[in-house]
T-cell receptor, first 112, second 114 residues
Framework: AQTVTQSQPEMSVQEAETVTLSCTYDTSESDYYLFWYKQPPSRQMILVIRQEAYKQQNATENRFSVNFQKAAKSFSLKISDSQLGDAAMYFCPFAMGDKIIFGKGTRLHILP | ETGVTQSPTHLIKTRGQQVTLRCSSQSGHNTVSWYQQALGQGPQFIFQYYREEENGRGNFPPRFSGLQFPNYSSELNVNALELDDSALYLC?????????????FGPGTRLTVL
C-alpha cells in the first residue's frame, strides 16, 4: 500500500528559529512527485515546495528547503527564520500518475 | 487568496439524502480535483477531471460522482449520504496535471450529515 507518514502531529518553534518537519512515504513506483502544502487556520491550502523524485538536488524556495532521501523514502521540510505567518497544518503528499496521497499532517505553532 | 471558489460554505444534510457541491476553477485551468478531509485528517483524493472527463479516482464508492463544465465550474455529487461523509470537501484546480502543475485549492465546503 502507498502511504505517507508524518510522525509529528504537532511542533512548536520560536519565531526566527529553524524547524524541520519530518515525512516518510512508501511506494514501489520510481517516478513520482513530492510536495509540501500549508493549510493555515481557516484559509486555503497552498503549495510550499515541490520535488521531482528523479532529481537528486534538493528543492529550495526562499526560507523553505527540503532534504530528499530517495533510498530512505524520506522528505523533510526545513523552515528557516520562522515567522508568525508560518503557523499552519503542513502536509507532504506524493503524486504519481493519476493519484495523490496525503498524510495526516503536522500542526506547526510559532511562538512569539 | 487563490482564484478558486466553492459553494456553499457550510451544509447540513440527513443520512440518505443527496448533495451537490460546487467549485469554480481558475480561468484556464483544465483539471479539477476533489478531496475529502475528515476532521483531524489529511485530504483524501476522491477524483480528478480533465476537460470534462474523469481522469483518476481514489478509493471512493460510485455514489461519489462528479461533473466538469466548459466554463471552469465543476460539481461533486454524493448520493445516499452516510454519517461518515461528514467532512470538509476541497476542490483544487491546475493547468493539466496535479503532479507537474501547481494545484490551487478552494476554501472548502463543510458538510455535516446528521
Amino acid at each position: 500500500a502507498q502511504t505517507v507518514t508524518q510522525s509529528q502531529p504537532e511542533m512548536s518553534v520560536q519565531e526566527a528559529e529553524t524547524v524541520t518537519l519530518s515525512c516518510t512515504y512508501d511506494t514501489s513506483e520510481s517516478d513520482y512527485y513530492l510536495f509540501w502544502y500549508k493549510q493555515p487556520p481557516s484559509r486555503q491550502m497552498i503549495l510550499v515546495i515541490r520535488q521531482e523524485a528523479y532529481k537528486q538536488q534538493n528543492a529550495t524556495e526562499n526560507r523553505f528547503s527540503v532534504n530528499f532521501q530517495k533510498a530512505a523514502k524520506s522528505f523533510s521540510l526545513k523552515i528557516s527564520d520562522s515567522q508568525l505567518g508560518d503557523a499552519a497544518m503542513y502536509f507532504c503528499p506524493f503524486a504519481m500518475g493519476d493519484k495523490i496521497i496525503f498524510g495526516k499532517g503536522t500542526r506547526l505553532h510559532i511562538l512569539p | 487568496e487563490t482564484g478558486v471558489t466553492q459553494s456553499p460554505t457550510h451544509l447540513i444534510k440527513t443520512r440518505g439524502q443527496q448533495v451537490t457541491l460546487r467549485c469554480s476553477s481558475q480561468s484556464g485551468h483544465n483539471t479539477v480535483s476533489w478531496y475529502q478531509q475528515a476532521l483531524g485528517q489529511g485530504p483524501q483524493f476522491i477524483f480528478q477531471y480533465y476537460r470534462e472527463e474523469e481522469n483518476g479516482r481514489g478509493n471512493f464508492p460510485p455514489r461519489f460522482s462528479g461533473l466538469q463544465f466548459p466554463n471552469y465550474s465543476s460539481e461533486l455529487n454524493v448520493n445516499a449520504l452516510e454519517l461518515d461523509d461528514s467532512a470538509l470537501y476541497l476542490c483544487a484546480s491546475s493547468l493539466r496535471d496535479f503532479s507537474t502543475d501547481t494545484q490551487y485549492f478552494g476554501p472548502g465546503t463543510r458538510l455535516t450529515v446528521l
